[in-house]
């Protein structure tokens, strides 16, 4: 293969033989799957949907795209893609930070880690070439003490380093991978399977210089990135020092989501609160913010870093992010920012996804108070929330039902309609009857409940590209239809999905085509889009998601009506799930073999097996 833009060279770790091998990329795989989550996936789905997520059959991917280490901005985000141990589904999960471009300065595009390993190793990668060596001294670190220890053993210039927590280590179903800059591969459970593998970290080595990917058509790529950029410092949400994500992060949405009606508080029993506005990005910025950070090739900065000086709750952390200052703050009844900056970098330094462990504290405080659990966790007890994250993080005590995930857990206590999750994922910060399409967002994601998957609220509360009313049903299937493709080809380009905020397909098609050499359209952007969400969907089909039954809501969302301005309304399930499968083409969630066959996602030689499942 040689096309712009890859090394073409993957790395295979068998961690069960301790042995390194490298292998070329498939041309054909590249061309329908593009690269990073796309690709990941596909080798996913030959691995085959039946494996158990937690077992030596199961496969890690760390997946890099096409433009990614390149002048392409936003573009250093990194895939991690395998079966998921919290939902069943196929998994891919995101950082940022440098460690994605950096691997493709090593002259590596992807690491396949397949096996398990008998005792801790992590991976050092350095021009070219991979080494397993021994992690024994440094598993039961924090991910920050694996950090600095590595950093010590091979130098901090030119080095990134991803690794897991104690959380990863004790197979937490929601653990994930963390980096030296805080960024987090957070939701899907990665990080247990990493653990499970014995896998404790990646260390990479390398610099920007003479190692940057090479376009294939080098002036047309200067003009397709300067079209880009143009985009993204012009955005509304995206211009540097301007922009809502520039200036306050993600966090900017806090306020704008609270008085929407669409804030859910106290584990969704309530989707406005008073108290929300105390942990926000204005409140943030204006009390808490010491430094804006970013990303390789990223002039937004939405990374927003605090400090608490003093206190119990001292820390400095980066990660004061939207959906975590919510999981942890409104979500379990929690205003005060600096608990909240501690609870994030207690979650960051056990390499856990602040999102569920939010959930996993929420639904313990609301089966506390309707007298279901023993477990005293009462409403915004922020001492009571550390401590279970700890117990939670080593499976101690009643932490361990709970490191199961809150699906789970409210099951094995009889109440299952605790949970606020789909397929086994919990929901992030947007309530769904307030936001109409993002609830048919959540019912849909491949990789259970979540925004990012086709984020509809871009439209329903931010008009890009064009508003739509965030209280109406009724076409927020074909709205969101477009949204998933558009976003499953950026993230199998590698490129941030902040970038979607100012750019568009043919920014993609042109940077795409221009860096590769391989021909797209905007149409071709949306159709391998289409492709990945297909794949995607194949995949979990086969695993067992095959029924209607499986694209659900929780009930609170659909029978329990909302408050704040949304106050009145449910998710109107029952309106736009028939209308997206009819979009899809799929039957009762079911990808048919006309679609498969019509994607290329299997040939005529090819049964499609999901009749079987």
């Known amino acids: 293969m040689n096309f712009g833009g890859f090394k073409n060279k993957e790395v295979v770790v068998d961690l069960t033989n301790g042995t390194v091998d490298y292998r070329g990329i498939n041309e054909d795989d590249v061309k329908k799957y593009i690269g990073g989550r796309g690709l990941g996936v596909k080798y996913v789905l030959d691995n085959g949907p039946e494996v158990e997520p937690l077992s030596e059959e199961n496969i890690l991917c760390i997946m890099t795209g096409p433009v990614t280490g390149s002048r392409s901005s936003m573009s250093g985000r990194l895939a991690v893609v395998t079966k998921s141990p919290l939902t069943g589904t196929v998994t891919d999960s995101h950082m940022g930070g440098w460690t994605a471009a950096r691997l493709k300065w090593a002259g590596i595009d992807n690491v396949i880690f397949k096996g398990k390993s ?75 399977v990493a653990g499970y593998k014995k896998l404790k970290a990646i260390v990479i080595k390398a610099a920007q210089k003479g190692n940057m990917p090479e376009p294939a058509q080098k002036d047309d790529y200067n003009q397709a990135n300067k079209k880009a950029v143009k985009a993204i410092l012009e955005g509304g949400l995206t211009a540097p020092n301007k922009g809502g994500l520039s200036v306050y992060g993600t966090n900017v949405l806090t306020n704008l989501i609270n008085e929407v009606g669409a804030l859910p508080t106290r584990n969704s029993q309530l989707t406005h609160w008073d108290e929300a506005e105390k942990h926000s990005g204005e ?68 390499g856990m996804d602040t999102i569920e462990l939010g959930h996993a504290i929420s639904v313990t405080m609301e089966a506390y108070e309707k007298g279901i659990v023993d477990q005293k966790l009462d409403w915004g007890d922020a001492d009571g929330m550390i401590e279970i994250a700890r117990k939670i993080a080593f499976r101690e005590g009643f932490g361990g039902i709970l490191a ?24 992030p910060a947007y309530d769904p009857r307030g936001i109409q399409g993002i609830g048919l967002g959540y019912a849909t994601s491949n990789r259970g ?165």
């Open 283 to 350: 409140w943030v910025n204006e009390h808490l913010l010491v430094a804006n950070n970013t990303c390789h090739a990223c002039p937004v900065g939405c990374k927003i870093e605090v400090e608490v000086k003093e206190g119990k709750y001292k820390t400095r952390v980066e990660s004061f992010e939207f959906e975590s200052a919510w999981a942890l703050g409104a979500n379990s009844g929690l205003s005060d920012s600096e608990a909240i900056a501690y609870l994030i970098d207690i979650c960051n330094e056990y």
């Open 118 to 192: 008998d005792k801790p190793v992590y991976l050092y990668i350095e021009d070219g070439q991979a080494e397993i060596r021994d992690a024994s001294q440094l598993w039961g670190l924090s991910t920050r003490a694996t950090v600095q220890s590595l950093k010590d053993a091979h130098g901090e210039e030119n080095l990134s380093v991803m690794t897991i927590g104690q959380a990863g280590e004790n197979g937490v179903r929601f653990a994930g991978f963390m980096n030296e800059h805080d960024r987090a591969a957070g939701r899907g459970g990665t990080g247990a």
């Open 404 to 427: 199961e995930g809150p699906a789970r857990a409210t099951a094995a206590w009889g109440v299952p309609e605790l949970s606020m999750s789909v397929k086994g994922q919990s929901i």
């Open 449 to 613: 409940a979540c925004h990012l998957r086709g984020y509809t609220i871009a439209s329903e509360i931010a008009g890009i590209p064009e508003p739509t009313d965030r209280t109406v049903a009724e076409g927020k299937a074909e709205l969101l239809n477009v949204f998933q493709n558009l976003l499953s080809f950026s993230d199998s380009m590698n490129i941030c999905k902040f970038s979607s905020f100012s750019e568009n397909a043919e920014h993609y098609a042109e940077q795409y085509s221009t860096m590769t050499g391989i021909p797209m359209t905007a149409d071709d952007v949306m159709l391998a889009g289409e492709r990945i969400y297909n794949l995607e969907r194949y995949y979990n089909n086969l695993a067992g998601f095959n029924k209607r039954e499986d694209d659900f809501l929780p009930k609170r969302f659909t029978e329990e009506a909302a408050s704040g301005n949304s106050e009145g309304l449910v998710s109107r399930m029952d309106i736009m799930l028939d209308d997206y499968y009819n979009i899809r083409g799929w039957k009762d969630g079911v990808v048919t073999e006309e679609k498969l066959r019509e994607l290329g996602i299997i040939g005529e030689e090819t049964a499609p097996a999901t009749e079987e499942v």
